[in-house]
């Protein structure tokens, strides 16, 4: 059975940093590639960036972009986000997700930026 276990999040200053991570089981996790969503009240869920599944080939929407970096540990199964100088419009919870025969999520893990 697919699994995505998202931590890290919590409450965070303008300007500092999180680090999320995703502990994947029930797949080839080597094999697929992974997203970070994220979603905050009354808004649409959006992308947040994306990682290849072998070559390690990155994408990120454009409000986070030079901020954010996703990364994988393949020999672990674990997704990353690192989240560096923080705003308050990152504020949502963020989700892990893979398309594994069926679209998987987990089950979030709450970032919230404020002073």
């Known amino acids: 059975q697919v699994q995505l276990v998202e931590s890290g999040g919590g409450l965070v200053q303008p300007g500092g940093s999180l680090r999320l991570s995703c502990a994947a089981s029930g797949f080839t996790f080597s094999n697929y590639p992974m997203r970070w969503y994220r979603q905050a009240p009354g808004k649409e869920r959006e992308l947040v960036a994306s990682i290849a599944s072998v070559r390690g080939i990155t994408n990120y929407a454009d409000s986070v972009k030079g901020r954010f970096t996703i990364s994988r540990d393949n020999a672990k199964n674990t997704l990353y986000l690192q989240m560096n100088s923080l705003k308050p419009e990152d504020t949502a919870v963020y989700y892990c997700?893979?398309?594994?025969?069926?679209?998987?999520w987990g089950q979030g893990t709450q970032v919230t930026v404020s002073s």
């Open positions: 997700n893979a398309y594994v025969r069926y679209d998987s």
